[in-house]
């Protein structure tokens, strides 16, 4: 395998695992919330502010980190994928063809003495 993907892999890891946990603590949340409306703790008139707060707070900012980790992963990985192409051009480009390593052709020459 390729050592310039391994960061990229490791990112989408990271990012999976993070969407993983902001899903878990999105539905462990929410049962919490409607357990506590169910027990009469919590009436969800007034509190409609800490409710979403605690949604902010727990779930979605990690949806928020798990695209971000995603997009750095994407960036890094076509960061190399152009890395790669870009060395592989410059080893095309050690052999000049012949109208930079001073041989000119013939028939240019022709064309001009012509006019």
């Known amino acids: 395998m390729n050592k310039k993907i391994i960061p990229s892999i490791v990112l989408y ?3 999976v695992i993070t969407l993983a946990y902001a899903i ?3 539905i462990f ?8 409306v169910a027990d009469g703790y919590l009436v969800i008139e007034g509190s409609e ?5 605690l949604f902010m707070g727990y779930c979605f900012e990690y949806l928020i980190y798990a695209a ?11 960061a190399c994928t152009v890395t790669a192409e ?6 095309s480009d050690d052999e000049e063809p012949a ?10 020459d022709d064309s001009d003495e012509e006019e």
């Open 49 to 53: 502010f800490d409710i979403v707060n």
């Open 29 to 36: 949340y929410s049962d919490m919330v409607s357990q506590a």
């Open 99 to 108: 109208y930079e390593a001073g041989i000119e052709d013939d028939d240019a």
């Open 13 to 15: 890891i990271l990012a």
């Open 86 to 91: 870009t060395a592989a051009n410059e080893l």
């Open 68 to 78: 971000l980790l995603a997009a750095a992963g994407l960036l890094l990985q076509r």
């Open 24 to 26: 878990w603590a999105f």
